[in-house]
């Protein structure tokens, strides 16, 4: 992961670290945090504490984002303080609706000039987002909005496996991992397994993003913590409770960040101090999917 980060994270980059509720890879953001880095753009749809965290770690100048929160919880603290008194930092903000930003990582990873979509007609946000325009339908139904293509200068997504050449493979809630590598300029896939080619390729409708995109494959167990990898570790809604209570101070959340996230060298020293116990509590257990026939070649 440092290796990963010193080589295609850079001061001023755009940054996706995608993941909707899983597949979020809390490990990227705190080893980005610990390199340092500044004035990111950090791009997401729901931004959440992986987020909340980096904002205050003063990491970033501006957010691209659709709704904003504490999943189940309440609001982001440090997200808050950046843009109503601007602490650590002052914080930049271009929202959209969820399907907005689902828009334009599709434009993105087609190569479209923009996305129509309908659902902005009688709301506010293009009054305050001036990207979210209007063009005349050519077939003749009248105005619609548009929004413009992503193109994340860098992608981090989790996964539960993909070999060495980068083929990975997710099954659960996909959210929009693949439009998303397939927008970014350098994608870097984090996975709790590295497996041989040969088990890939025997299930291949679950490879969801080609290795011929990704750039880096880091192997990475618990990156996600504390979300969630279906069938290998369940969220810590503890986690996220603990968070909601301690971001609200300042001074709490630098010591937590000095504890958890400057306080350990790696994501491995993270997961040693988080403990068995822990750990063992978070256990996904098992259901298996019903094995198919793909049939042989001839």
Not at 42 to 70: C, E, H, W
Not at 97 to 115: C, E, Q
Not at 116 to 144: C, E, F, H, K, M
Request: glycine content about 10%.
């Amino acid at each position: 992961m440092h290796d990963a980060v010193a080589h295609y994270v850079h001061d001023g980059s755009s940054v996706a670290i995608e993941g909707f509720t899983s597949f979020i890879c809390f490990a990227a953001g705190h080893e980005i945090m610990r390199q340092g880095r500044c004035d990111l753009t950090l791009i997401r749809m729901t931004p959440d504490l992986i987020y909340d965290q980096m904002i205050a770690a003063g990491v970033a100048r501006k957010l691209v984002f659709s709704y904003l929160g504490n999943p189940g919880v309440g609001s982001l603290h440090c997200i808050r303080r950046a843009v109503e008194k601007g602490i650590p930092r002052s914080l930049e903000l271009e929202e959209y609706s969820h399907y907005g930003m689902v828009g334009r990582y599709i434009a993105g990873a087609s190569h479209l000039p923009f996305y129509p979509l309908r659902s902005y007609t009688g709301t506010d946000l293009p009054a305050v987002n001036p990207q979210i325009r209007w063009i005349d339908d050519p077939y003749g139904s009248g105005p619609i909005a548009v929004v413009p293509p992503l193109h994340p200068d860098v992608a981090i997504l989790h996964a539960q496996r993909a070999d060495v050449e980068g083929n990975t493979q997710l099954w659960g809630l996909l959210g929009m991992q693949k439009e998303v590598a397939f927008a970014a300029s350098r994608v870097i896939v984090v996975v709790e397994e590295i497996v041989p080619e040969l088990i890939i390729r025997a299930d291949p409708n679950r490879t969801l993003i080609p290795g011929l995109i990704v750039d880096a494959v880091v192997h990475e167990p618990w990156g996600a913590h504390p979300s969630y990898v279906q069938g290998y570790y369940d969220r810590d809604n503890g986690a996220y409770l603990e968070w909601d209570r301690l971001s609200q101070d300042e001074a709490a959340t630098a010591a937590w960040l000095d504890e958890w996230v400057y306080g350990v060298a790696d994501r491995a020293a993270y997961v040693e101090k988080l403990g068995t116990a822990r750990l063992n509590g978070l256990a996904a257990g098992e259901q298996l999917a019903a094995p198919v026939n793909y049939g042989l070649y001839q």
